[in-house]
């Protein structure tokens, strides 16, 4: 992970494991002159795949995705952090950026290498970026908040490595399980299902189309058009073919009708 500075305030800071001061003074490790920056205004936090940013003073305001941190608050790739006037993004080391017509700089996400997508209930459809870790329960502060009574306050978390998915049961009430099993951790793989109570998710990348979804458009019958609905082949046969014949007969009786009746004039006033 990375923090950047979309305003020029900082070179871009790589953020291994470790601790990082930042502030207005010289023995910050991430200085920024700002009159709205403490001496030393935050601290932010990296241990493995987990970053926080904390403040040993209310007074210190600093923000994450709007949300004033008081004491201590977790930051995820994508969150947005401002310190006084200082805005900061934390972003993927391999996220890059563009520049726009107006050139004015904006971030390019890069994209998350694995997705859940909701196969059932009320999450159906619903999709959700794996980066780092990531926990999944009825707590509204949990990353993916799935609010269903059977499932736990913190019920599972998933951590994205460099070798690909791990799913950590939390001592759910109902348990976790990978393609039908129960499990306390195992790995996750594109195709695998995660099953919490009874809300069920599928591992897949980015772009990867809903199998459910898909299997339903290919069995739903082709809608025919009013036309098809209602013609009728001309050499069909049985009714069609009757049909035609009547059509002959009538045009034929016009004609003959129309003959007559102009002979029977031509009589009259030749008499």
Partial sequence: MKLHFPHGDHADVDLQSGQYTLGSSEQADIRIEDKGLGSIHATITVDGSDCSVSVDNEARLISVNGKL?????????????IAAQVHMKAMPSGAVEEEEDDNRTRVRMALPKFILRGVSGAYFGKTYPLRGSTIIGRHSECHICVNAD????KHAQIDAEATGLVVTD?????????????????????????????????????????PALEGASKDKPAKSSPTAQHAVPADSGGGGGM????ITILVLGGAVAGAWKMGYLNGLLGG
Avoid: Y
């Fill in 69 to 81: 941190v008081k004491s201590s608050k977790e930051v995820r790739e994508g969150d947005l952090l």
């Fill in 150 to 153: 059977g499932i736990s306050r």
């Fill in 243 to 246: 049909l035609k014949w009547v």
């Fill in 170 to 210: 939390l001592g759910s009430s109902n348990g976790t399980f990978v393609n039908g099993k129960k499990v306390e951790k195992a790995d996750l793989s594109v195709g695998d299902e995660l099953k919490l109570d009874n809300i069920r998710f599928l591992v897949q990348t980015p772009g990867m189309t809903d």
